[in-house]
């Protein structure tokens, strides 16, 4: 049984650095092609793509948050890591994890429930 | 970057209505598309991947179709749990990156 939780503070201040933690369970990160990805949605808005990480190591950073963003994994712990720097008001939104399970695959099939991540002095 | 406009914003219709939801990509993906159904405090849930399959678990009455540029999610009839939020998905080669839509929202009429 897949399953993906994510963790974190519910509160930061602005200027703050986000850590998140996504701890997972009934897949390996050391599997080839498997792959872990970080999916933000702002209240009432719409999905964005914040980045992802492979079983090789490789990351990918959306475009426009790439300077603020840095993903990591800890394969014998079965976490990824996601750390944002010079927090923001405007990137309050819940956070959440997803697994993508194959190189060739683009899709998501399994997230956690989110994390509501609140930016506020 | 690939944009995905998906229409309408809001579809407001009856249980056991038909439902189609477009989804328009700025180029070809081919058939590279997703689509996902969000109710309200939940995590998205795969529904559709290259355009037509249904993901696991996945009821027949959903439906994908498409490709290149124009996409189609369809609900052959309308249960009362199918009322949400859907998003369609794609990929980007270079910059390497995942593109949502910005979502259809299904309301009870």
């Known amino acids: 049984q897949v399953t993906l939780r994510e963790s974190g503070p519910a509160l930061v201040k602005p200027t703050q650095t986000l850590t998140l933690t996504c701890t997972f369970s009934?897949?390996?990160?050391?599997?080839?092609?498997?792959?872990v990805s970080w999916i933000r949605q702002p209240p009432g808005k719409a999905l964005e793509w914040l980045a992802l990480?492979?079983?090789?190591?490789?990351?990918y950073y959306s475009t426009s948050l790439k300077t603020r963003l840095t993903i990591s994994k800890d394969t014998s712990k079965n976490q990824v890591v996601l750390t944002m720097t010079n927090m923001d008001p405007v990137d309050t939104a819940t956070y959440y994890c997803?697994?993508?399970?194959?190189?060739?695959?683009?899709?998501?099939?399994?997230w956690g429930q989110g994390t509501l991540v609140t930016v506020s002095s | 970057e690939i944009v995905l406009t998906q229409s309408p914003a809001t579809l407001s219709l009856s249980p056991g209505e038909r439902a189609t939801l477009s989804c328009r990509a700025s180029?070809?993906?081919?058939?590279?598309l997703a689509w996902y159904q969000q109710k309200p405090g939940q995590a998205p849930r795969l529904l559709i991947y290259?355009?037509?399959n249904r993901a696991t678990g996945i009821p027949a009455r959903f439906s994908g179709s498409g490709s290149g540029t124009d996409f189609t999610l369809t609900i052959s009839s309308l249960e009362p749990e199918d009322f949400a939020v859907y998003y369609c998905?794609?990929?980007?080669?270079?910059?390497?990156?995942?593109?949502f839509g910005q979502g259809t929202k299904l309301e009870i009429k």
């Open positions: 997803a697994r993508k399970y194959s190189s060739s695959a683009y899709y998501f099939d399994y």
């Open positions: 990480i492979d079983w090789d190591d490789d990351k």
């Open positions: 009934g897949f390996s990160l050391s599997t080839s092609g498997m792959c």
């Open positions: 180029q070809s993906v081919s058939s590279y």
């Open positions: 290259d355009a037509s």
């Open positions: 998905q794609q990929r980007s080669n270079w910059p390497r990156g995942y593109t």
